[in-house]
């Protein structure tokens, strides 16, 4: 069993930035993929961005790169989810994630999930 904790959801003014973290406890995920989805209203929860647990590779949604990134510290456990240049299109509900399969980028692909935390984009 595995937990999964978001903080850092917030209002952001567009072209703005937001970090948001993700704690995992319960088991070490020195091994796991990680990753973030994102969920709008009346839309279905969709892939963001992943990284390998262990290996540093990044795989991102076409609509987030080069204004996202994910690093991670697995000595923490954590995660984070940097996004820049903020369009109020990237508003949403942000869910952390964590899998055993690269590039974690289908929600059926998913083991674990975060509770999610709302990020607000003002245009």
């Known amino acids: 069993q595995v937990q999964l904790v978001e903080s850092g959801g917030g209002l952001v003014q567009a072209g703005g930035s937001l970090i948001l973290s993700c704690a995992a406890s319960?088991?070490?995920?020195?091994?796991?993929?990680m990753g973030w989805f994102r969920q709008a209203p009346g839309k279905e929860r969709e892939f963001v961005i992943a990284?390998?647990?262990?290996?540093?590779?990044?795989y991102y949604a076409d609509s987030v790169k080069s204004r996202f990134t994910i690093s991670r510290d697995n000595a923490k456990n954590t995660v984070l989810l940097q996004m820049n240049s903020l369009k109020p299109e990237d508003a949403a509900v942000y869910y952390c994630?964590?899998?055993?399969?690269?590039?974690?980028?289908?929600?059926?692909?998913?083991?674990?999930w975060g509770q999610g935390t709302q990020v607000t984009v003002s245009s």
């Open positions: 994630a964590a899998g055993s399969v690269w590039p974690l980028k289908e929600t059926y692909e998913i083991d674990y």
């Open positions: 319960g088991r070490t995920f020195s091994s796991y993929a």
């Open positions: 990284i390998k647990w262990s290996g540093g590779r990044i």
